[in-house]
């Protein structure tokens, strides 16, 4: 399966990659956008590839374009249909975790996590998807 | 250093289970709090901003040779992170604590926006509070030496 990790930092996209591949995924390949302006640009490519992103984990607070921005105009743009969004990020306070929701994130994982918690939001998401 | 108000608010044991917390589960590492230490040399520091119901920053500092060897870890790589990645883990590091402190208040305090790291290598000296409302923690982990200092407006 392949994968888009959206975070600001380089490294935090690593931890999240490592901790996907830790769950058990078996990811192909993981695509990788720096905020939300970058990962729609990734989205519209996806849109003619054979193998779908079939995974989008997102940070929220990215410059350019921040995580709820990029939900919102994912919606907006009808890109990646149906494809499961995960949050990862350290504001875990209650109107933004409901924003998230509201605007197509199907879970939220607060920073700090373990791989265990990684895997236990997304695995079911990725059976019902 | 007048910190009984910290203390009597518990922020100060909320740091350090925010630190723990942080180590425990991104590096799979056990953090303690030590007493207080000269300032590092060769300094590396990410600075967080409170704003909102909380006003004030939260300040992670340590050596370069304890950030190289932090990144590593993080990144749970065996050979040395490069410069940039180093910076950023620091980065991380700080925003996770600073979230993970936020986390632990009430619903009106948590009510603040966190800004995003800033790092630098400037002298820690250079960063010194200025405010009356601050404290500052030492922690360790595997003989690595990093402190915290937050900081409020008055």
């Not at chain 1, 990215?62 to 249909?81: H, I, K, S, W």
Request: proline residues 5%.
């Amino acid at each position: 399966m392949r994968a888009l990790i959206i975070d600001d930092s380089a490294v935090m996209r690593k931890v999240i990659e490592r901790a996907l591949r830790q769950s058990g995924l078996d990811l192909t390949e993981v695509m990788q956008a720096s905020n939300g302006e970058e990962a729609l640009e990734v989205l519209r490519g996806d849109a003619s590839s054979p193998t779908k992103i079939s995974l989008i984990i997102s940070d929220i607070n990215m410059p350019v374009m921040d995580g709820l921005q990029f939900l919102e105009a994912r919606r907006d743009q009808q890109l990646a249909v149906g494809v499961p969004v995960v949050m990862i990020t350290t504001e875990g306070s209650e109107p933004f975790v409901l924003r998230a929701i509201a605007a197509g994130a199907q879970g939220y994982i607060c920073k700090p996590f373990t791989a265990e918690q990684v895997k236990a939001r997304v695995m079911p998401l990725l059976q019902a998807a | 250093m007048a910190t009984s108000w910290a203390s009597s608010l518990d922020w100060i044991g909320r740091l350090d289970s925010a630190v723990s917390e942080v180590f425990e589960m991104m590096l799979e590492r056990s953090c303690v709090p030590i007493q207080d230490t000269d300032i590092v040399h060769d300094p590396i520091s990410a600075q967080i901003f409170f704003s909102g119901a909380i006003c004030g920053e939260c300040l992670l500092f340590t050596s370069r040779t304890v950030a190289h060897v932090t990144a590593g870890v993080l990144l749970g790589v065996e050979s040395g992170p490069d410069s940039s990645m180093v910076e950023d883990a620091v980065g991380e590091l700080c925003n996770m604590v600073a979230g993970g402190w936020k986390s632990k208040l009430g619903s009106a305090e948590a009510a603040c926006a966190i800004s995003p790291p800033k790092v630098s290598t400037d002298p820690i000296s250079s960063v010194l509070p200025t405010s009356e409302k601050h404290f500052r923690r030492f922690y360790s982990f595997e003989g690595c030496v990093f402190g915290v200092q937050m900081a409020f407006c008055d």
